[in-house]
């Protein structure tokens, strides 16, 4: 946090500021202000001139310092960058020769240790490293013992020292517990050796702390290391102990006793076990960073394959996090280290995509694109790949994931390169107008890329490019910087997406602060936008930046966050339900301004505020929010779903309701933790209670929020499932592609029939039947939704011609289901869903219209899951009897002919012969057991797929002299 200043000290640091920015460009009537020019520049002063000369700061050092890269140029910032980069190779070789014995170009000499073998076992981690300069990989996985081959190299233990000079190294696992050869032990005095700069043992002085002791843990780490520096360096002092140091108690220096213990040691060896004496995390690091700050090493050995507090604090302060090493066993097979390359953790990738970057030297012809559905890729294009996908890709990952633990490097010690990094992101940003074009715009276009790539947000600055393309459109600068406190009600379970309405603007910083006591979790974030900028599409191209979702990261009650994103956007709160406690979340919010959204349209209030802000918003997003759908739409497109809707907001959201939300969730079979929200068809609640079956349990809860983006692009397609799911067109409650995205988000592998080529069909349910339900009111009757129009008449063709085959069930399944293309057939194949309607209608009136067989299914599904382990006593409840232990690998044939055939009331295998939906002779046993009589091979003649009952034809018995009705 920065200091109170009084307005005359403001004033100077302002001057220096501004002082800096000058000497930034460079110009020679300012160098005397830059302390480059004569003594009399500064005649005011009292201070010396070679004292003034030195005051100055550099530039990119003022930047690095600040995350400001306003009074730093383009060539200072590569400049920087490339001298940095320029100086691993050696920097890494001195550590080598000094822990390995190996020549100054890395290969083997006379003194060279022999080959190394350590297993750290299941119980480690490898790391990957976040400060890629201070962190230089020592031992990097060349086996998997679990899988007894080469396994994906990992780096297993790295050497650092921190900004102050002082060193550090860390290893995943214990190599003075866990042992390994006598080569890897020989690695380890050469590792103290090189911690401590000593070349002389005698009276080493050695702190402990931290480590698991034989009462908690079948590997004794404690004892072991104190055994083994005590037979390393005979007279070594242990925790102050000199005499027997290997055999005093365990826990001697942990807690609050570390900073007593490290007084005039000369190593600390630390782990991360927390118990079995009472833990205080900020206890522990003050006092390692205060034995740092004296000089005194640190050698971190994790134990254990995932992280806790004391760790994660150890891998802050050094630059590190880990990945669980348990399923791997990533360990060293006769590992030379010789095979260590010259530029340590990918950072020669990084070297060439700068040079590129720096010089427009990129060569990629694009040749090795391809479309998929309309979006360009380019992943498989080699040399862009090689150029500059793969290397900006793993940038990407690591500044994502400092930024998600909301970590402000520019106010940290170290994160050099990744500093510098971001600044030239910035630099490449300033200048940007999109769209870019990969063809038109060339190396331009890589830079603007890059610029998105290495975005960064925990910091006070960031650089803005021209415009933000189709994202948004300018803010202006008069626009007020609000303050607003946002209050959440916790969810009942899982974790609430909270659309704030407030608004980040582009480059102007915001402070968030968590004022509520709770401890549960609460993240933040900016925009809810997947992947939807098609970057490498022409002519538009890069129409938009990317990266445009922040990472999330946590809010800690009472500590403030500062944050300003190169983008804005809508602000999110990501809150985690309840475990006990405070049921509301506050948190306060300064710098932003709003943006649209309506959360109550029976409220007059609200719905005026609503339309004037979205009649005057500076902002492009505009939101829509109810209990259990949220839409996120840009203006454009908002405005486009209003005016379907003649601009009446009412039945704009009263529509949403009643057939995007309710109709979809209800013909699923769930219910909500607020009662009523969801019920069951009558039909529904009748079967479930005469078979016995739970129907309204909390397997049936359906509480998750369903993000809908209307945008420019979805990530794929059109529209692309998920939650959030994503669109190019305007929202339309009524709408087919709003229900088949929610619908992918709703599909269960057991009401799929032939797997996977019905995985663009049994989701269509749900669009299906909301429109034939809109198609029953008076607006519907009089001008009904038509979808798949034709399809009764093409399927019944199909099928009359596969009973005239010699092999009618083979001949149905080639022309229906055997395609495995996207969305083959899809007309057919979703027939055959509804088709199952109506015979459920046909043949057992109980069922109504036929569509609680749907529901039923659904309920049946979860049903199964909720009772693996009661299977016995359900069984023959569910109609599968015959199943003596649970059917875990059940077909979703099978499952939809038994289940299908048992609530209906009738033996449906004709029907699914007829279809060419193949079935085991256990399902057919099953089926057969039911006692039931079979049906006729029907088909119900209708026009389209969402026709109304009254308006389905008198079933046609299918065989090869059959005839189609006219009229359907």
């Known amino acids: 946090m920065n200091p109170v200043l009084s307005p005359s000290a403001s004033l100077s640091v302002w001057r220096a500021r501004a002082r800096v920015r000058a000497c930034a460009l460079g110009a020679s009537a300012l160098l005397a202000a830059c302390g480059g020019g004569g003594e009399a520049s500064e005649t005011s002063s009292g201070a010396a001139p070679q004292a003034r000369a030195q005051a100055v700061v550099d530039p990119v050092t003022a930047a690095t310092g600040t995350g400001d890269a306003s009074g730093v140029t383009l060539a200072q910032v590569m400049s920087a960058t490339r001298t940095l980069l320029a100086a691993q190779p050696a920097e890494y070789a001195a550590i080598k020769q000094a822990l390995f014995g190996l020549n100054a170009d890395g290969s083997r000499g006379p003194g060279t240790l022999g080959p190394l073998d350590w297993n750290p076992s299941h119980d480690s981690v490898w790391f990957s490293l976040l400060d890629t300069t201070q962190n230089r990989p020592i031992l990097v996985s060349n086996w998997s013992y679990k899988g007894g081959n080469a396994g994906t190299p990992s780096v297993l233990a790295v050497a650092g020292t921190l900004p102050s000079g002082t060193r550090y190294a860390a290893f995943g696992g214990n190599p003075l517990g866990v042992r390994g050869n006598a080569a890897t032990d020989q690695l380890m005095q050469r590792t103290i050796a090189w911690l401590t700069r000593r070349t002389s043992f005698a009276g080493l002085k050695v702190v402990t702390a931290h480590l698991p002791g034989t009462e908690t843990y079948w590997f004794p780490h404690e004892g072991r290391t104190r055994s083994w520096l005590a037979s390393t360096f005979p007279g070594v002092t242990i925790n102050g102990i000199t005499t027997n140091p290997a055999t005093q108690a365990d826990n001697r220096c942990d807690g609050d006793r570390l900073d007593a213990c490290l007084q005039g040691a000369h190593l600390l060896v630390i782990g991360r076990e927390q118990g079995p004496q009472a833990y205080d995390g900020p206890t522990v690091m003050k006092a390692v960073q205060a034995a740092q700050s004296r000089g005194i090493p640190v050698l971190y050995l994790h134990h254990y394959r995932d992280s806790n507090d004391l760790s994660g604090r150890l891998l802050e302060q050094f630059g590190l996090t880990v990945t669980n090493n348990y399923w791997a066993d990533n360990g060293l097979q006769a590992f030379d280290a010789a095979t260590l390359p010259a530029m340590p953790a990918g950072l020669g990738a990084v070297q060439a995509l700068v040079d590129r970057l720096d010089r427009g030297t990129f060569t990629s012809t694009w040749s090795g694109c391809t479309s998929s559905y309309g979006r360009v890729g380019c992943s498989g294009d080699a040399t862009y790949m090689a150029e500059f996908g793969t290397p900006a890709g793993a940038l990407r990952t690591a ?562 002299a059959a005839s189609y009705p006219s009229g359907y």
């Open 399 to 960: 500044l994502r994931e400092l930024d998600a633990s909301g970590r402000a490097i520019f106010s940290t010690a170290g994160y050099r390169l990744e500093k510098l990094l971001v600044l030239l992101g910035d630099k490449y940003r300033e200048p940007v107008s999109y769209p870019m074009s990969k063809l038109r715009h060339g190396a331009d276009f890589y830079r603007a890329h890059f610029s998105d790539i290495v975005s960064f947000q925990h910091r006070p600055y960031a650089a803005v490019a021209k415009n933000l393309g189709n994202f948004s459109g300018a803010i202006p600068a008069t626009t007020p910087a609000l303050t607003r406190t946002v209050t959440v009600t916790l969810p009942v379970s899982g974790t609430r997406d909270v659309m704030t309405g407030l608004y980040v603007m582009p480059g102007r910083r915001i402070k968030i602060v968590r004022t509520d006591a709770g401890t549960g979790a609460v993240r933040v974030g900016i925009n809810m936008l997947r992947d939807t900028t098609w970057v490498f599409n022409e002519p538009s191209g890069l129409d938009r930046p990317t990266q445009l979702a922040s990472p999330r990261a946590a809010l800690v009650a009472g500590q403030p966050k500062v944050v300003t994103s190169a983008y804005g956007g809508p602000l999110f709160l990501h809150v985690d339900a309840a475990a006990s406690g405070a049921q509301t979340v506050t948190v306060q919010v300064s710098g932003v301004t709003t943006h649209p959204v309506l959360r109550d349209a029976t409220d007059p209030a609200q719905v005026a505020a609503f339309q004037a802000e979205l009649a005057a918003t500076p902002t492009n997003w505009v939101g829509l929010a109810t209990d259990t759908l949220t839409l996120h739409s840009t203006l454009p497109n908002f405005r486009q779903s209003l005016a379907l809707y003649g601009g009446d907001l009412s039945r704009l959201v009263a529509e949403t309701w009643s057939y995007t939300i309710q109709d979809t969730y209800e013909l699923a079979g769930f219910n909500a933790a607020t009662p009523g929200q969801y019920r069951l068809s009558p039909e529904v609640a009748a079967f479930c209670s005469a078979q016995g079956w739970d129907c309204t349990g909390t397997q049936h809860r359906r509480d998750v929020m369903q993000h809908v983006i209307s945008d420019v692009h979805a990530t794929c397609g059109s529209g692309c499932s998920g939650n959030p799911y994503d669109q190019d067109w305007a929202f339309q409650p009524l709408g087919w592609g709003e229900s088949h995205e929610i619908g992918h988000n709703l599909q269960r592998s057991r009401l799929n029939i032939h797997g996977g080529q019905s995985g663009e069909v049994s989701n269509n349910i749900f669009p299906v039947h909301k429109r034939m339900r809109y198609n029953l009111t008076p607006a519907g009757l009089a001008s009904p939704l038509v979808d798949r129009s034709g399809t009764g008449k093409a399927v019944f063709d199909t099928l009359k011609a596969a009973q005239a085959s010699t092999d009618p069930v083979a001949s149905a399944y080639a022309a229906i289901w055997s395609d495995p293309a996207y969305a083959a057939n899809n007309s057919a194949r979703l027939m055959f869903y509804r088709q199952l309607v109506e015979h459920a209608r046909h043949h057992n009136p109980a069922l109504g219209d036929g569509w609680a067989l749907m529901t039923l299914l659904h309920l049946l599904d979860r049903n199964f899951d909720a009772n693996k382990a009661n299977w016995p006593a359900v069984a023959a409840s569910y109609g599968f009897g015959t199943y003596a232990s649970f059917p875990s690998s059940i077909s979703g044939n099978d499952f939809m002919l038994v289940a299908a055939s048992f609530i209906v009331g009738r033996d449906l295998r004709p029907l699914f012969d007829l279809w060419g939906v193949t079935y085991t002779a256990t399902a057919a046993a099953q089926v057969a057991a039911h006692g039931r009589t079979p049906v006729e091979p029907l088909l119900f003649p209708m026009s389209q797929v969402s026709q109304i009952p009254a308006r389905v034809g008198a079933p046609v018995r299918v065989n090869a």
